[in-house]
């Protein structure tokens, strides 16, 4: 596997890869999936419980982690990780 990574490549076999392939799709900051999830689950509180602050807070709680936590680049985008070993 290792004498197929450091080969030169072919000409004519390689294809540019858009940056927003590797990027991970963010919303203010936070992973998108994360930051729906984070928003329906705090409009459920919020809404369905009728518990205004403590849907506002959960949600600002949340997205602030969630953002925290993309800026640290802990979580990372599949397809980040396969290029960089592509490189």
Do not use: K, Y
């Not at 990574?5 to 000409?11: C, D, G, K, R």
């Not at 990027?23 to 984070?38: M, Q, T, W, Y």
């Not at 949340?62 to 953002?67: D, E, K, R, V, W």
């Amino acid at each position: 596997m290792a004498q197929i990574v450091n080969q030169e490549p072919i000409a004519g076999f390689d294809a540019p890869v858009h940056r927003a392939l590797t990027e991970p799709i963010l919303l203010a900051g936070a992973p998108r999936a994360v930051a729906i999830l984070n928003g329906t689950v705090s409009a459920a509180v919020g809404l369905g419980l009728r518990l205004w602050i403590a849907g506002l807070v959960l949600w600002a709680l949340g997205h602030m982690a969630a953002s925290t936590n993309e800026r640290s680049h802990n979580v990372r985008c599949p397809l980040r990780s396969l290029t960089s070993s592509w490189t």
